[in-house]
């Protein structure tokens, strides 16, 4: 390949910055260069901003605090070998310029007594990572080394402390073309350090931990870059931190303002002060992942998609300190505010977030932009002391939710705010930009909250993850060892007789029976459970039943209704009657019929005891907690109505064994649409040691509940890890069988509807697609707020060009099928299908407004 010709002066600035794990490699340093190739063959100058290598920043700073030099210097022995490691297998020759970085850090380490412990010495000592790695990445890539020091000044900032001054220093940066020509005469690409910078005296500051980001941005800024890469461990910026939250989605693209709320909210991916010098110049900022290049990263820039709101991301800084100070009417004293701020100020602390009251005003520190110690916050208490009577409240973490124009998504919160009910949430601030929500948890619950959190966002659709001009894979659909490739779903090669179908009458229920059969064997293929049973509220269709009746599995039935349903479709197949407040006729019926009952209060054996003499029954008890996409669907813990209380065991066994009722069954079941196999063994173990205190119990039933995928990205559930994890529990409890009941996992995605467009109307930036099925057919959007794929099908692989919420013909305002839904541009009488509608669909519909009931019709 000839040499590039050499590049004018004006030639565009590209500014690259490697961070740690992306510099610590010879990989990732062949990476590097192939990208700095790349960006110069697309006719730019390449500035490559590198951080230390990874773990190196701590080691200095943990030298720093080292007083004893024989120590120091062993720190700095494996410093020598660790970057000789390096250089050697990059192919460097031993005398190269990283020595010389090396040397000096020997001479700092071993200078006066008196320099050592400064702040100005350990700013020096820490500015040796990035030193030595940038002058490594120099030899390697043959590209000039920079000193960033020559370039970046700190601008000592009023009521800093020295500390925040030395090592978390602020720049100020503008466009500079005289600073661009000078160093486009340096060369064409230039590698310079990350996290460091001179003061007004020429000393070396830092720009605090995370600060290369920083330093490319204002590199970036000075040079008015083309735009400004940020290479890293992560695809981008996603909206939780993946290694805490799996199921994180890649925010493809964001604005300035979105994308500094989530970095100064604690996405450590982005340093929250890299985004504020690229703002006027208008650079955009890019995120990728040095090891996987080709994935599509996060674009940060002026200009964001129009779009619903939608929340973006949930952050979380750990290291939150509460500071709540009491006193008595203190709105009406002048001046109160600013006496109580003065002593922050006075004590170098920054105030981040703010509630008050009447007799209260509680306010935040945050650790990170404090450099907090426990002298400071001391010293502010007795000072505060003073003036009213103070409570610190720490550790603390924030939560915060970030999107644009989040008061409107309040009623979308419902779920995130019952689950934040259940701990002890210290203060909600809202900001005034409408930008983010945040909530301060004991520190200690904060890690276990997030993954649930977010999961009831997704579920909520507060996070439109289906938008995917906003939102990209999860995080672990990108990294995790690719799943088996889903089938495509059955309607996909039944097209044209769902279209023909469509054409006799809509609103449409079709059942694929082949479906629901691959479902029933899939499951009877799981040694370790001894009986299904279908919950057929799910789908009581007679050629259901019947399909499954051959399949062998039982039916599981909640009223007398249905009760029938399973007598006449399937007479022979065992059948399981566990109704709910049902009033006594229907368990007198039943027991006479000789079904087996399943009782989940003390009510019937106290006052009907005469009916369950001499019976067999089952006992549904309530394990305490609930799981679920939606309130809705949890069917265990205090908020529910099922199930026993634990509490209330003993008396209902004394109870049972004075009517003479011999309690053989013991049953829970915890709610609806859960994808982790770990949830039924730990149900499984716990029944099992409760039925150890039952001496009559033959059979332990966990429930249903089995979750299929609702959105891109998700996992389906792990059959195979269920059946291992279920086989443990089975080898320690061999007496009792175990029995399941999933109703869902069987019909939901053998199903679909069809509905044909009756209307479309423009409202403000909203498109609304009408179509002749609403919550009257398909009620689970409204009533769960679930989430069903929607797809035009006579318009099947056109364009998606049109968003639209998708409505039905009820007079409800909660007559949506669907929100902002990418699909192609619809018109009055086309067919669109929605999927996985095969459970809780017609069987929960009705005929509200008259407007009568679905067809229903079975594919074979
Ligand atoms: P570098 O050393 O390249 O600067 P950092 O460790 O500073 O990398 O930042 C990348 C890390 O940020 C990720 O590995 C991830 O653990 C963390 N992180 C926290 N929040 C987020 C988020 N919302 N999106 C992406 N990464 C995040
Ligand atoms: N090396 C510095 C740190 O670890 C700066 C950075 O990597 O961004 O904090
Ligand atoms: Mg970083």
Redesign the pocket.
Known sequence: MSEPLPLPVSAPWIVLKF??TSVSTTARWKTIRDLAAARRAEGARVLVVV??LSGM?DTLKGVCAELDVTQRLAVWARIESRHAALAAALGLAPEAAWRTQLQSLHALLTQAASAQGALPWQAAVMAH??LLSSALGADFLGAHWLDARGVLHAHAQPNQSERVQRLSATLETAPDAAVAAALAQRGEVLITQ??IARDAAGATVLLG?????TSAAHFGALLRAARVEIWTDVAGMFSANPRQVADARLLRQLDYEEAQEIATTGAKVLHPRCLAPLRAPRVPLWIKDTERPALDGTVIGAEAVSASPSVKALSMRKGITLVAMESIGMWQQVGFLADVFAQFKRHGLSVDLIGSAETNVTVSLDSTENLLDSDALAALAADLARVCRVKVIAPCAAITLVGRGMRSMLHRLEGLLAELGSQRVHLISQSSNNLNLTFVVDEAVADALLPRLHALLLHSGALRADDVALFGPSWQALYAPAPAAQPAPWWRGARARLLDAAARATPRYIYHLPTVRARARALRALGAVDRWHYALKANPHPALLSALDAEGFGLECVAPGELDAARAAAPRAPRLFTPNFAPRADYAAALDAGELVTLDALHPLQQWGALFAAREIGLRVDLGSGVGHHEKVRTGGSASKFGLPLTDLAEFLALARRIGARVVLLHAHLGSGVLDATHWPGVYAQLASLGERIGTLRALNIGGGLGLPQRAGEQPLDLAALDAGLGEIKRAYPQFELWMEPGRFLVAEAGVLLARVTQLKSKDARAYLGVDAGMHTLLRPALYGARHGIVNLTRLGAPADALYQIVGPICESGDVLGNDRRMPVAQEGDVVLIEHAGAYGAAMASNYNLRGLPVEEVFE
């Open positions: 961070g740690g951080s230390a920043t990572g990035e990350g996290f931990r995370g600060g290369s980001d």
